[in-house]
């Protein structure tokens, strides 16, 4: 069973079954406490080996790391999770817990921080949140399913830019 996990930010009142049902998935163990984790922790986005990790040490179960692998698959699959790749072709794994159509970010090509830019851009952000959906619109009356937006934005960060003599 599950560990109870400490929540980091407010998940919607949606319980991890009720999504695990809607989305045709079956209701184990490690896929309640992924989704209860990921969603407690929606602020993060996490690889694979950063999410075993924290689950083994603040829920004292460990999984399989093909387990793991799966199920963040299936998750993602199905739009319970974004799965973002960044420069070095590692994945990074987000609960979606609300419905924005796009979750702008900062890439940093040097030390590979992943910066949320969702504050930053407020006046921005309607105008990508439209324009998200009427590509995912555009697509879903092709027969696209599950389509999502990631919109990465890459460069080098603040910390890095003096690091290397580049003037900002």
């Not at 599950?2 to 490690?30: E, I, K, Q």
């Not at 929606?42 to 690889?47: E, V």
């Not at 950063?50 to 692998?69: F, G, H």
């Amino acid at each position: 069973m599950a560990a109870s996990l400490p929540s980091t930010s407010a998940p919607s009142a949606t319980s991890s079954d009720d999504l695990l049902v809607s989305h045709g998935l079956r209701r184990t163990n490690a896929a309640r406490m992924v989704v209860d984790w990921l969603r407690a922790h929606a602020d993060t986005r996490w690889t694979h080996a950063q999410l075993q990790e924290a689950l083994a040490r603040e829920s004292n179960i460990t999984l399989d790391r093909v387990t793991l692998y799966r199920l963040l698959d299936r998750l993602s699959e199905v739009g319970l999770l974004r799965c973002k790749v960044d420069a070095e072709r590692v994945r990074h794994y987000q609960a979606i817990v609300d419905d924005a159509p796009a979750a702008p970010h900062f890439e940093c090509n040097t030390c590979h921080r992943d910066l949320p830019l969702e504050g930053q851009m407020d006046k921005t952000n309607a105008e990508l949140a439209q324009a998200a959906i009427a590509a995912i619109q555009a697509l879903k009356t092709l027969g696209q399913q599950n389509v999502s937006v990631d919109l990465a934005l890459r460069g080098i960060c603040g910390d890095c830019a003096p690091a290397k003599g580049i003037r900002r």
